[in-house]
T-cell receptor, first 118, second 119 residues
């Protein structure tokens, strides 16, 4: 099991540019989550999907952020246009979902994508 | 209202001693789950231990144990025999609602406690 795969690991871009972060969840996991981590705000849930359907996007900061999950093995988080305050580590995570797994339904995280917007 | 509260921004512990990291939570649900994750300086998030609200016994995983006090709404992590490799950020998290056919599957995190193990 390769775990949750995120790319890129590091991204440095200039304000105004489009940024796309990618995630491949663990095979068989039905739920996928995007979190953002900053010193000021800690770990924030941005959005999560069950069976490729967005369930809760209340954490998405504003319209500049969008997330998609076109199939069970791929998700993207896009920021357009990017701003310096978007600089953070973005984590993707997955778990078996509501219908699977044990009571714990443990969330497995990817290694994160560190974004720096200049 | 904050759901998960970790009041200790930082902690020190001597190697080989035990340490308790505090976590309190707020929920009106009867069914919920509590988790602890470790984040070393390399940045990855590592699952440590889980406690279900209906579990009668405190969860244990090796040197980790969870001191679950339901009436006080606390779920403190106890690390026994601390090792230098335990130096990391520790996050408490909660999932509300029923896990099966249930309302939500999302995990909300506290602000974390930075633990430093001293030789």
């Amino acid at each position: 099991d390769a775990g949750v795969i995120q790319s890129p690991r590091h991204e440095v871009t200039e304000m105004g540019q489009e940024v796309t972060l990618r995630c491949k969840p663990i095979s068989g996991h039905n739920s996928l989550f995007w979190y953002r981590q900053t010193m000021m705000r800690g770990l924030e849930l941005l959005i999560y999907f069950n069976n490729n359907v967005p369930i809760d996007d209340s954490g998405m900061p504003e319209d500049r952020f969008s997330a998609k999950m076109p199939n069970a093995s791929f998700s993207t988080l896009k920021i357009q246009p990017s701003e310096p305050r978007d600089s953070a580590v973005y984590f993707c995570a997955s778990n078996p979902g509501l219908a699977g797994g044990s009571g714990a339904n443990v969330l497995t995280f990817g290694a994160g994508s560190r974004l720096t917007v200049l | 209202a904050q759901k998960i509260t970790q009041t200790q921004p930082g902690m020190f512990v001597q190697e080989k001693e035990a340490v308790t990291l505090d976590c309190t939570y707020d929920t009106s649900d009867q069914s919920y789950g509590l988790f602890w994750y470790k984040q070393p300086s390399s940045g990855e998030m590592i699952f440590l231990i889980y406690q279900g609200s209906y579990d009668e016994q405190n969860a244990t995983e090796g040197r980790y144990s969870l001191n679950f006090q339901k009436a006080r709404k606390s779920a403190n992590l106890v690390i026994s025999a601390s090792q230098l490799g335990d130096s990391a950020m520790y996050f408490c998290a909660m999932r509300e609602g029923l896990n099966y056919g249930g309302a939500t599957n999302k995990l909300i995190f506290g602000t974390g406690t930075l633990l430093a193990v001293q030789p």
